[in-house]
């Protein structure tokens, strides 16, 4: 019997959305909850589960397509009570599988994947007590299936979960790189940790972090996304805009038609914050995360809201009103391959410096995976916007209406500066802040800035502030 999945409501407001990612083919053994698509809606990108479990007989969209709720995305042959049995002999299939994969999952045919020959990693979740050792594959399976293969048709699909894709961040690991062992070759967290532990024992190389502080150098051009046509100069790509890339357009307008803006710039000494920064021990505040300069940032902000409530406001036009915000919810302006989004940390006042730290890795984690609400990228007070991390010094960044100021940070660098008549090497940190005009005058911005600056030179201060 044929049986319709269609999309099922995506939240308050949302009626559609464009598929980003397919993650099934006609022919496939479906489960309930089983991921058919990811579908990108306004700024969140959320995958769509199937509610029936059958063969896939039809897939009624494909990358690219708008997808409206109620609208069928796959016709299935019968529901299944089951998932098919692995044919190999029993006892080989429970040496070949780990305790943390069901048995089910293995597809016939494939040969035991990076997961089965290492044990997991401590990441604070529980680890294999023995390793399983390998076991060499029957005769009949000598040739791999393709459909156990990681999909390699060019389009980009990267078959794995958000939880895979967090553990991917959090260990540095390209997914690209990684043969899943899951169903169709779908990655799992184990796959990824035994990737990062393979990459760990093999010989050192640069890391992540260390290569992308250093740009490289290359003399290839980049050929842009999109389908080759011509236009009357000459041959030209065209690529249909994202949802997330068409409401930042729509933002970015609205805010610069609305917002009458000011910039201020100025420098902060954090040669004493960096050498506080430097001396905190690896690994104390978690595994895998490192204390950046950015939650001495947000803190130092937060304070300065506090006093400055004008700031930390907003302008209700249709009542005419000023709007003064007692919560201190920051938005960190986040660089992700789908565009700039702005989750937000929330009552950043009334957190210390460990908990911002740890908060700001979350929400940046989760928008870099698109794997965050709608909700998350509201309600926000203020803006902070890291243009160091990619490099720059100043700029004039672009107001987040119907907030009234963003503060932009550039890449901090050593400079000669004049202190009791000498000449001393330190540290400074560029900033620019914007702000609406129509409600901060240039002074009030100015000991805003003033604020920022002391708490930032006085890393103390930040410490002892509740």
Not at 8 to 18: A, R
Not at 99 to 111: D, F, V
Not at 328 to 346: N, S
Request: charged share 25%; aromatic share 4%.
């Amino acid at each position: 019997m044929a049986i319709e999945v269609k999309l099922p409501e995506l939240g308050e407001n949302v009626t559609s959305g464009d598929v980003v990612n397919v993650l099934i083919n006609v022919g496939d053994e479906i489960d309930v909850n089983q991921g058919l698509c990811e579908l990108e809606t306004d700024k969140a990108v959320v995958e769509i589960p199937s509610s029936e479990a059958g063969r896939v007989a039809k897939v009624h969209f494909k990358k690219g397509d708008t997808i409206k709720v109620g609208q069928v995305l796959v016709t299935l042959e019968g529901a299944q009570s089951e998932k098919p049995v692995d044919k190999s002999p029993p006892k080989t299939e429970r040496k070949q599988t780990p305790e943390t994969e069901p048995a089910p999952k293995r597809q016939p045919g494939t040969e035991p994947s990076a997961a089965d020959k290492v044990d997991s990693p401590a990441l604070g979740m529980p680890t294999e007590e023995q390793e399983p050792q390998p076991v060499p594959s029957p005769p009949t399976q000598a040739a791999p299936s393709a459909k156990a293969e990681a999909p390699s048709d060019g389009d980009d699909v990267i078959p794995a979960g958000p939880a895979a894709r967090r553990v991917a961040r959090e260990l540095g690991v390209d997914l690209r790189q990684v043969k899943g062992s899951g169903a169709r070759g779908r990655i799992t967290t184990e796959d990824v940790e035994a990737a990062a532990k393979s990459r760990r024992a093999a010989p050192p190389a640069a890391s992540p972090a260390k290569a992308a502080a250093e740009p490289s150098i290359s003399l290839e051009p980049v050929v842009p996304p999109g389908d080759v046509a011509q236009d009357s100069w000459g041959q030209v790509r065209r690529e249909k805009m994202s949802k997330i890339r068409k409401t930042i357009a729509a933002q970015m307008r609205l805010s610069w038609t609305t917002v009458p803006h000011v910039t201020n710039f100025d420098d902060a000494d954090i040669t004493d914050l960096e050498r506080m920064r430097q001396g905190v021990p690896k690994g104390l505040l978690g595994a895998n995360l490192r204390l950046t300069s950015m939650p001495f940032v947000l803190k130092a902000v937060a304070i300065a809201l506090r006093r400055h409530p004008l700031l930390n406001a907003s302008i209700d036009e249709e009542k005419e009103e000023i709007t003064y915000k007692e919560y201190v919810h920051l938005g960190i302006a986040v660089d992700t391959p789908r565009g700039l989004v702005v989750p937000k940390v929330r009552n950043v006042d009334r957190m210390s410096i460990p908990e911002i730290a740890r908060a700001v890795a979350a929400v940046a984690e989760r928008a870099r995976a698109v794997q965050f609400s709608v909700d998350e990228l509201r309600g926000g007070s203020f803006t902070i916007s890291n243009l160091g991390a990619v490099g720059g010094t100043y700029s004039t960044p672009i107001i987040n209406y119907p907030e009234v100021a963003i503060l932009l940070l550039g890449r901090s660098r050593w400079l000669p500066v004049i202190r009791s008549e000498n000449i001393e090497k330190r540290y400074m940190m560029p900033l620019s802040l914007s702000y609406d005009h129509r409600l901060v005058d240039g002074a009030t911005a100015a000991r805003f800035l003033n604020d920022v600056i002391q708490y930032l030179q006085n890393p103390a201060l930040l410490m002892l502030a509740e």
